[in-house]
């Protein structure tokens, strides 16, 4: 157990449709990591949030956004969802914002699927 | 062209044999090299970590960084069925946060 939490573990919805995937940190953790895996694309990173703040964006959908609360936990909204967004989705957590091998530690993700 | 390429696999090997995971990059820049374990329906865990060029072990696991041919390895010894799963090789940069990961070997380990 990573200590990272997501919720919830499988999510089934429609094309169109809007989805909350929700992150909480592991205690004392500042930045969150959001990443999709799917078959054909892998594990690719999405946002990263430290404290509160967007840090780091990658291949993240116009779509897609996400936001860290102030108790530091991290949502990630997807909107007008479409077949291709079905994936596994991930939270990752660490303490610091970069420098050193900065250990990322994975939620169980959430698996999304669009019908 | 990935910036981290990896062979998807799969790997079958038997018991106590030596497995040979390996990765390219292409990003010079890049100068933190990782490889995480993936079992089913979980999420990644790192398993070690280098920097730069070299080697690293811990325990029947060794890591090797070759950055004058952008090559990534992954050496396990005396491999047991508990190593199934899905080896993802990773890297980033030193100013970014941002780890660019391979899209993962799935290993078995035949008992």
């Known amino acids: 157990d990573s200590g990272v939490t997501q919720t919830p573990k499988h999510l089934i919805t429609a094309t169109g449709q809007r989805v909350t995937l929700r992150c909480s940190p592991r205690?004392?953790?500042?930045?969150v990591y959001w990443y999709q895996q799917s078959l054909d694309q892998g594990l690719q990173f999405l946002i990263q949030?430290?404290?509160?703040?967007?840090?780091a964006k990658g291949n993240i959908l116009e779509r897609f956004s996400a936001q860290q609360f102030p108790d530091l936990h991290s949502e990630l909204n997807l909107s007008s969802l479409e077949l291709g967004d079905s994936a596994l989705y991930f939270c990752?957590?660490?303490?610091?914002?970069?420098?050193?091998?900065?250990?990322?530690?994975f939620g169980p993700g959430t698996r999304l699927t669009v019908t | 062209q990935k910036e981290v390429e990896q062979d998807p696999g799969p790997l079958s090997v038997p018991e106590g044999a030596i497995v040979s995971l390996n990765c390219t990059y292409s990003?010079?820049?890049?100068?933190?090299f990782m490889w995480y374990r993936q079992y089913s329906r979980k999420g990644p865990e790192l398993l070690m970590y280098t920097y730069s060029s070299g080697n690293k072990e811990d325990g029947r696991f060794t890591a090797q960084v070759d950055k004058s041919s952008k090559y990534i390895s992954l050496f396990i010894r005396d491999s047991q069925p508990s190593d199934s799963a899905t080896y993802l090789c990773?890297?980033?940069?030193?100013?970014?946060?941002?780890?660019?990961f391979g899209s993962g070997t799935r290993l078995s380990i035949r008992p």
């Open positions: 949030y430290y404290n509160g703040e967007e840090r």
């Open positions: 205690s004392g953790d500042l930045s």
């Open positions: 990003n010079s820049a890049f100068q933190y």
């Open positions: 990752a957590s660490s303490y610091s914002l970069t420098g050193e091998i900065d250990e990322q530690y």
């Open positions: 990773a890297a980033r940069d030193s100013s970014a946060s941002k780890i660019i």
